[in-house]
């Protein structure tokens, strides 16, 4: 089985391909130099690889068996969410499975409607991560905000998501927990905090 998580972060399990497109893992990717380059004290794994979903990964066409993101997506625009689906359905094998997690925005939603709160509509927008409290100042405080890929850019549902599924031709689309895969791989690269609150959806090419 070849198994594949892209924007994996720190999650780097041996038996699973991890790519990350972080300006601080390119960085640290620099002979000699790199080691010593680290951002808020951030040390990727060895094991994890440069690959950027919105443009190709370094991956063949109809070569992978499982596929798994994690609070990944809702850091693309609207174009860059569909130009990833189109990669992942790339990549994957016919039959292969795709699993992956995000914030689900209905959730974040009815909780601000049903809160009592005189700052709801605050704890919402810091909850959605959208939002800026306060602009960097100082040309490096820039930089750094320009380059990185903290903040969510586009919040989706359940009902969004498995629409933009079902229009990159992926099947059997349907919603699922965390321990919940047919297939024992995802067992190594899920963790259940992640599920918290989120969108979890599996599909196959």
Same mark, same amino acid.
């Given at each position: 089985?070849?198994?594949?998580?892209?924007?994996?972060?720190?999650?780097?399990?041996?038996?699973?391909?991890?790519?990350?497109?972080?300006?601080?893992?390119?960085?640290?990717?620099?002979?000699?130099?790199?080691?010593?380059?680290?951002?808020?004290?951030?040390?990727?794994?060895?094991?994890?690889?440069?690959?950027?979903?919105?443009?190709?990964?370094?991956?063949?066409?109809?070569?992978?068996?499982?596929?798994?993101?994690?609070?990944?997506?809702?850091?693309?625009?609207?174009?860059?969410?569909?130009?990833?689906?189109?990669?992942?359905?790339?990549?994957?094998?016919?039959?292969?499975?795709?699993?992956?997690?995000?914030?689900?925005?209905?959730?974040?939603?009815?909780?601000?409607?049903?809160?009592?709160?005189?700052? $709801? =509509?605050? *704890?919402?927008?810091?909850?959605?991560?959208?939002?800026? @409290?306060? !602009? +960097?100042?100082? /040309?490096?405080?820039?930089?750094?905000?320009?380059?990185?890929?903290?903040?969510?850019?586009?919040?989706?549902?359940? $009902? =969004?998501? *498995?629409?933009?599924?079902?229009?990159?031709?992926?099947? @059997?689309? !349907? +919603?699922?927990? /965390?321990?919940?895969?047919?297939?024992?791989?995802?067992?190594?690269?899920?963790?259940?905090?992640?599920?918290?609150? $989120?969108?979890?959806?599996?599909?196959?090419?």
């Amino acid at each position: 089985m070849r198994n594949v998580q892209y924007g994996c972060g720190l999650s780097c399990p041996h038996d699973w391909e991890n790519f990350d497109t972080s300006p601080t893992l390119r960085l640290q990717k620099i002979p000699i130099f790199g080691k010593l380059i680290t951002r808020n004290r951030v040390t990727f794994p060895d094991g994890v690889r440069i690959g950027d979903i919105t443009r190709r990964l370094p991956v063949e066409d109809n070569s992978v068996d499982n596929l798994y993101c994690s609070h990944v997506l809702e850091h693309l625009s609207f174009h860059d969410f569909h130009r990833a689906l189109q990669e992942s359905y790339r990549v994957l094998k016919p039959g292969g499975v795709f699993r992956l997690v995000m914030p689900d925005l209905k959730s974040l939603v009815e909780r601000y409607l049903k809160s009592k709160d005189p700052n $709801a =509509s605050i *704890s919402f927008i810091r909850g959605t991560l959208m939002g800026l @409290e306060k !602009r +960097p100042k100082g /040309f490096k405080n820039r930089v750094i905000q320009s380059a990185g890929n903290h903040h969510h850019l586009w919040l989706w549902d359940e $009902a =969004s998501t *498995s629409e933009a599924l079902k229009n990159t031709d992926f099947k @059997e689309i !349907r +919603p699922c927990k /965390f321990g919940d895969a047919e297939r024992a791989d995802f067992r190594s690269v899920e963790e259940a905090s992640r599920f918290d609150g $989120a969108i979890a959806i599996q599909c196959t090419k």
